[in-house]
């Protein structure tokens, strides 16, 4: 499913095979989830994409051919950093998802709205066995970008989560196996998505409008909304912090320093490492994760992005390509 221009629709095409060049894997894509930046790619959120674009960047496939580290038929996840330089200051750092010239799945790179794949070997991740592909594909970015964002987080005890869809009720799992309180924000009216929160084992669950019923240690923002930067400040406590998750937010208002004042931090947390990538998989059948996951075949991929948009999505959308 191609993307030719920002806010056209996908279309279904034919593709000739990419040759691999060194290091490279040719996948068969079994599943490939649909993320809130894949929406913000092809509603032109998100500039200067390669185009004509596959979109997607939560991918599970099988290997066929190429690299080293992976035998044929090995099920692997392929997540959206696809490739750094290896030589800057951030990836000698450790800080490689900070690399100027790292190239993205689904962005720079084709991704996995597709029925096969090619990506850099050194930047896939083997998939525990405990999990199905549909299960499996929300975690190699809606869990990783939650995942970061909780290190973030430190060890904050009463943490607000606003946005609770693919990334929010993926990190709420992970923060109520550690002992956390988690307290759930969503779109006004969203009941669905409130009702999922409570069911996993959130303490109060609202929507972004109300104030919560105790003082946040943290707030991690996952709705791309730049109006709740001092709606969660206003919930947060005296050196408390807010982390805004999101590849991409509207503008954040003007608000009084009074809201930032007390020692309280704003920062934001950008795309991953392969170490985010191995700690999470290896974490995830421990918890055990469980995605909430609504299945549409490869051809609907345009549909699934509207019902995203729509907040129609309660959990992860996955595309089944298999």
């Known amino acids: 499913m191609v993307l030719d221009a920002p806010r056209s629709p996908l279309r279904e095409a034919e593709l ?29 959120e998100l500039h200067e994409p390669k185009l004509p674009l596959v979109l997607g960047h939560e991918i599970v496939a099988t290997v ?30 450790g800080n490689e998802n900070l690399c100027d010239r790292a190239r993205f799945t689904g962005y720079d790179l084709d991704g996995g709205y597709a029925e096969e794949a090619v990506a850099d070997e050194r ?4 998939i525990p ?27 904050a005890e009463r943490l607000g989560l606003y946005g609770f869809g693919a990334a929010g009720h993926i990190v709420a799992q992970i923060a109520l196996s550690e002992g956390r309180r988690v307290f759930a ?14 069911r996993l ?49 509207s503008d954040v208002p003007q608000f009084p320093y009074d809201l930032l004042w007390g020692e309280r931090t704003l920062c934001s947390v950008a795309n991953l490492t392969r170490r985010d990538g191995t700690e999470l998989l290896a974490l995830a059948s421990r918890v055990p994760i469980h995605a909430e996951v609504e299945v549409f075949a490869l051809r609907d991929a345009e549909y699934a992005l509207d019902r995203l948009r729509s907040g129609e999505i309660h959990g992860a959308a996955v595309l089944s390509i298999s």
């Not at 060049?21 to 929406?39: K, M, S």
């Not at 969503?186 to 929160?197: I, K, M, N, V």
């Open 185 to 198: 924000f969503t779109r006004p009216g969203d009941e669905d998505s409130q009702a999922l929160a409570r």
């Open 64 to 93: 066929i051919e190429g690299g080293r580290t992976f035998e044929p038929g090995r099920r692997v996840g392929v997540p959206w950093l696809g490739w750094t330089c290896g030589v800057c200051r951030y990836c000698r750092s």
């Open 123 to 126: 930047f896939c991740f083997p």
């Open 201 to 249: 084992g959130a303490a109060w669950a609202g929507d972004s409008t109300s104030a919560p019923p105790e003082e946040l240690d943290v707030a991690i923002i996952f709705a791309p909304v730049g109006e709740l930067v001092p709606v969660a400040l206003r919930a947060v406590r005296k050196g408390g912090s807010v982390v805004c998750a999101g590849i991409h937010m």
């Open 129 to 155: 066995d405990s999990y199905s592909d549909a299960q499996a594909a929300p975690l190699l970015c809606a869990g990783l970008i939650g995942y970061r964002s909780l290190q973030r987080a430190g060890v």
């Open 16 to 44: 000739p095979r990419l040759e691999l060049g060194p290091g490279q894997v040719r996948l068969r894509v079994l599943a490939c989830g649909v993320c809130r930046t894949d929406l913000h790619i092809r509603d032109g």
